[in-house]
């Protein structure tokens, strides 16, 4: 699949989020991440937010819920409008329920890992999800160092997913760069999520660029 890049609002000015939408056309995605200071140790934003930006650009959503109780909300972003709702596996209770109401929401369906968690327990799952994101940082803020000990989940989770058909697409979030984005890709991830990297830049259209071609090569 080609490379899809997903720029993650948490590095955006957040007074400004319709203006930073815009200021990435070439972006598949925008990565919008859901903390609620109880599953990670900060606060961002959520539903209202999500409206509101929907409306705001026509970029698809990408919603990471790093939350305590998904099953109860996830549903609710997909109806916001968000093209995809992902779930964390040491949060949800009914994963397979939540994942089966977003997807009948018309949004994809997403499962995220942080980077303790392995992947071979969720491999039944993957008939029942869109995307596998996997954290190649502790989750909770944006401007962390890549985590390389992940490269090796990330190796094993493109093997599962080939064995599956490849339908499901092998997200990285998390540290990614100009300079940890060529690992990613030839571990097997085909998704990547960059907040410092592109709304740290001076120009973010070239940074998503670069940011493409580095993935490609
Ligand atoms: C971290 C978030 C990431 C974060 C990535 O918990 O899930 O999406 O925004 O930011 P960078 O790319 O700066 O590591
Ligand atoms: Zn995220």
């Known amino acids: 699949m080609a490379v899809q890049i997903s720029p993650s609002i948490l590095a955006a000015d957040f007074a400004r989020l319709a203006d930073e939408a815009a200021a990435v056309p070439n972006a598949d995605w925008l990565h919008v991440d859901v903390m609620d200071y109880h599953f990670v140790p900060n606060l961002t934003l959520g539903l209202p937010v999500v409206e509101a930006l929907r409306k705001a650009t026509d ?62 327990p969720y491999e039944d799952l993957l008939a029942e999800i869109d995307m596998l994101l996997l954290m190649t940082v502790e989750p909770g803020f944006g401007g962390q160092k890549f985590l390389d000990v992940v490269l090796p989940k990330v190796r094993r989770a493109r093997e599962l997913v080939t064995r599956y058909g490849g339908r499901v697409w092998l997200q990285v ?23 410092s990297a592109v709304y740290g830049a001076s120009d973010p259209v070239a940074a998503i660029d670069e940011l493409r071609a580095a993935a490609d090569r």
């Open 59 to 120: 970029t698809p959503l990408d919603c990471h819920l790093m939350i305590a109780d998904p099953d109860r909300w996830a549903p609710q972003y997909a109806e916001a409008g968000a093209g995809s709702v992902t779930i964390h596996a040491e949060a949800a209770k009914a994963p397979i329920r939540t994942f089966r109401e977003i997807r009948s929401l018309g949004a994809r369906a997403g499962l995220a890992l942080n980077p303790a968690t392995p992947v071979e």
């Open 173 to 195: 979030d998390g540290g990614v760069d100009a300079d940890t984005i060529g690992r990613c890709a030839e571990a097997g991830a085909d998704v990547f999520v960059a907040g």
